[in-house]
């Protein structure tokens, strides 16, 4: 049996006590600790927030609270959970599903995953409270709709019968929520709950959880990798990094004062201000224009059958959008997922048929190219894409990427290759040294790094860069986007930068439009569009961004907008 | 240039297949099938030097025997010497087996690939003329075959691959399909490269995996079948034979003659299972990402 101090076991404030608890993994490599000796206490109607950047252990950390870690490999080293009297990492499984969606609710990052596709909303509702209440099914369903209505979901007795595809990514959170909640637990375990929604729609969930906590003074363990979803919604805040809780204390305390220098590194690694230097605004005349967009328009056919598609179904992603670039300037595009901006970036990157208007590069107009001069038209345009894990062929060598990409307009002497490759890689901050090795040998933002040189490689014109940094933690994302910068001003890069983050964009940018439903509804300076947006959408955006600078929290003013 | 000259310690790079080459010879259960699999397609070629007798001369009057210092693995019910009928039973079978793969593979492989990349309606009729021909009943096709061209080994051999491409084609293609959208993809069509090469130097290598692991469930599928055909009559005819050919008769006199079973069937799991190894060996070979450092 495990010795409980006596001064935690009289403890009365205190809902739940982790103390000393180690978590390890075992893998072919050997033990890997992903919690190492975490202690905190969450106290009724409290919100504790725990953030760190990925493999800091914090979800590992969540997870064993409900005994949901997978043991092999998951192995508790030592360490207690009291709850209730209970240590929760040693009690036997039946009675964890008694406490597991009753007494403890959770919810998870993804809500496109976490419900069964082939069940109703309703059926999946009332799943945990026929589980540990004796109501009947009548009944159950009542209180769920009931629960729906509480989370703020419109039409609740109709929803019960719709299908999870049926329902926006907001809209499947908030019956997560309401599942979690539904049997009105004492903690609710949030695991990046709004990580996978838009900014608008995370400012709603945010404001409903801390609605719903107010009202059944639950507590509540909010876990986030985003400092500013942390600073609006938490208490407490716990600071981890590898394993280890490296600072902790109140929200205020942690951001206006924090001591360690982690702490220190991740609030300097969101990207405030605007860019560092300023694109001279007499290169946007007439005859400096890149690139230009008229009148274009994108669409989806909703139905690819042999037979033509149905026309009803069709998603007019990109719809009549206008605009230039101009040589040497950084062109933000600002919008929430579905707005098109991914779309209006492949458009141009002909990886995608255009359905109307006219793309021109240097005066040359790319969409009626034959399929040789598109070859040579593409070798101006190059594209940085988000996710580094997949824009990297993981069976070459990063010196067989680099080497195709630069030899792509004439081929080279192996000698003059090999420097080529090591200059670029000395370029993007990357030691040649590493030339023979494969993708899955490098971390997230050195292959980010490394498909920066793949794009650099080619020598283009124009570069897109498609959320080059929100596959990436924040330290990494602020290394990247430095980088981003240095290339631009070293090279006097002329790039598009797609992004769903404000303030990355507002970093970035010369010039920065907004888009939202297909179109661009606001297109200006950076500073006017930040500092004066006139476009009520835009104002609805930028009203939604958690802001870390507490004493200078923006109230939430977000409708329903993007939800409907 | 002092990068240059650091960059020259690490030596020269390497391709994916001298990369495989190297995993693969450290994983010692590939290289002992692939030994094993060198010493039998040896074996067959080389039957007619090794053994003293010939695999159509029947001694009736010996009939079937044991296995003994003169036949070692005894003979048949005809008096012919087993191990010589099993090392000439190998060519046919290793032919056929690795033959109408390679037909399977070739076609399967580039009918999958096209398909896939380009997609849209090419791949609808492709996958459609493969849809067909599945519901087509295998024996009446082969039937037909041998009723126009006449009886033929090789024609055997086509016959056999040009019905087994088609479940490869169906997993190549839906390999490709979750391929085809990965980003590395549009990275290269956005450099420019033909599509030539970028299935060859992008796809292909990425679906190598499936592609290793059915063929060698397709080796054995083929040997099998080949037996099969056999019985049937349309495959190998006495006094000809195989491993397959083999075995059924074996079985129709197991429990008088067991020898004439056991020893086919020993031979017959011994090439499967080095073709196993072999096949996960060559898997894991070609994934960087299963190295270890």
Redesign the interface.
């Known amino acids: 049996m495990r010795s409980i101090p006596a001064r935690q076991r009289t403890d009365s404030l205190s809902l739940l006590t982790v103390n000393n608890l180690s978590i390890s993994f075992q893998s072919r490599a050997g033990r890997i600790i992903a919690v190492d000796g975490a202690s905190f206490e969450l106290e009724p109607g409290k919100t504790l927030g725990i953030v760190g950047e990925s493999g800091s252990g914090k979800s590992v950390l969540c997870y064993s609270l409900l005994g949901l870690l997978r043991s092999p490999p998951a192995i508790i080293e030592k360490g207690t959970a009291l709850f209730d009297g209970m240590d929760l990492l040693t009690l036997p499984e039946h009675r964890l599903r008694m406490i597991r969606g009753n007494r403890i609710g959770m919810v998870f990052q993804d809500p496109m995953t976490s419900l069964n596709p082939y069940l109703s909303i309703g059926k999946q509702v009332i799943e945990p409270l026929c589980l540990h209440r004796q109501i009947s099914r009548k009944t159950a369903w009542g209180i769920a709709i009931q629960a729906l209505e509480e989370v703020g979901l419109d039409g609740p007795a109709r929803l019960m019968n719709n299908y999870p595809h049926q329902l926006s990514g907001g809209m499947r959170q908030r019956v997560m929520i309401a599942m979690a909640m539904i049997n009105k637990p004492e903690i609710l375990i949030a695991d990046e709950p709004t990580t996978a929604l838009d900014v608008t729609i995370q400012a709603q969930i945010l404001e409903l959880i801390k609605e719903l906590q107010r009202e059944k003074n639950i507590a509540v363990i909010f876990v986030s990798h985003d400092l500013g979803v942390i600073a609006r919604i938490a208490d407490h805040v716990l600071v981890m990094q590898h394993g280890r809780i490296v600072e902790r204390g109140s929200a205020n305390d942690i951001f206006q004062h924090p001591r360690h220098a982690y702490t220190r590194n991740l609030l300097a690694s969101i990207p405030t201000g605007t860019k560092p230097h300023k694109y001279d605004p007499a290169g946007r005349n007439q005859h400096n224009v890149l690139l230009s967009v008229q009148h274009l328009k994108t669409w989806y056919d909703g139905d690819n059958s042999f037979f033509g598609g149905n026309t009803d179904l069709t998603v007019k992603a990109v719809d009549n959008v206008s605009f230039e670039v101009y040589r040497g300037e950084t062109l933000g595009l600002v919008g929430e997922s579905g707005s098109g901006k991914s779309t209006l970036g492949r458009s141009i990157m002909q990886l995608l048929d255009i359905k109307e208007g006219t793309i021109t590069l240097n005066n040359q107009e790319l969409a009626g190219l034959g399929p040789r001069q598109l070859k040579q038209a593409r070798y101006n345009l190059q594209m940085i894409f988000q996710d580094p894990y997949a824009s990297l062929n993981p069976r070459i060598t990063i010196f067989d990427t680099l080497a195709e990409a630069l030899q792509i307009r004439n081929s080279m002497s192996d000698r003059d290759l090999l420097a080529a490759v090591s200059s670029l890689l000395n370029d993007v901050g990357l030691e040649p040294a590493h030339v023979y090795k494969y993708p899955h040998e490098f971390s997230g933002g050195q292959r980010q790094r490394i498909a920066i040189a793949r794009a650099l490689a080619v020598k283009p014109q124009l570069i897109i860069a498609d959320e080059p940094v929100s596959a990436l933690d924040v330290t990494i994302q602020s290394q990247i986007l430095e980088l981003l910068l240095d290339l631009v001003r070293r090279h006097g890069l002329t790039m598009i930068f797609i992004s769903h983050d404000l303030s990355v964009v507002r970093y970035m940018a010369d010039r920065t439009a907004v888009m939202y439903r297909g179109r661009i509804v606001e297109l200006d300076h950076t500073e006017t569009v930040f500092n004066h947006p006139k476009h009520p959408y835009t104002q609805t955006l930028l009203s939604a961004i958690p802001v870390v600078k507490l004493t200078r929290k923006i109230e939430n003013k977000a409708t329903e907008i993007t939800e409907k | ?1 002092k ?2 000259e ?3 310690q ?2 020269q ?4 297949w001298q990369d495989a080459w190297t995993r693969l010879s450290r994983n010692k259960a590939a290289v002992l099938g692939l030994i094993t699999l060198i010493c039998m397609v040896l074996l067959a070629v080389s039957a007619g030097w090794l053994t003293p007798y010939s695999y159509e001369t029947q001694d009736l009057a010996l009939g079937a025997t044991p296995p003994s210092a003169a036949h070692w693995l005894g003979t048949d019910t005809l008096g012919r010497d087993l191990l010589t009928r099993l090392l000439y039973g190998g060519r046919v079978s290793l032919m056929v087996g690795f033959l109408a793969t390679a037909v399977a593979l070739i076609i399967g492989v580039s009918w999958g690939l096209v398909a896939g990349y380009i997609g ?2 090419v791949d ?1 009729v492709m996958m459609r003329i493969v849809d067909i021909l599945y519901a087509m009943p295998f024996t009446i096709f082969i039937i037909l075959l041998m009723v126009v061209f006449g009886q033929n080994i090789f024609l055997l051999f086509l016959a056999i691959g040009a019905v087994e491409w088609l479940t490869m084609a169906r997993i190549v293609r839906g390999q490709v399909l979750t391929i085809r959208h ?3 993809i ?9 599509s030539n090469v970028i299935i060859w ?2 796809i292909l ?2 679906v190598l995996g499936p592609i290793i692991v059915y063929t060698t469930l397709t080796i054995p599928n083929v040997i099998l079948l080949e037996s099969f055909l056999s019985f049937l009559g349309l495959g190998i005819q006495p006094p000809h034979s195989s491993w397959g050919a083999l075995i059924s008769t074996g079985v129709d006199t197991m429990e008088e003659y067991p020898w004439l079973l056991i020893y086919p069937g020993c031979v017959l799991s011994l090439a499967l299972f080095s073709l196993n190894f072999l096949g996960d060996g060559l898997r894991d070979a ?4 299963t ?1 270890k ?1």
Request: glycine share 10%.
């Open positions: 240039m990068s240059l650091n960059l020259k690490f030596g790079g390497h391709s994916l849209g309606r609808h990965q980003e590395y549009d990275a290269a069509i956005t450099m420019g490269l033909s130097r992008h290598p990425n070609l994934d960087p990402r190295a450092n």
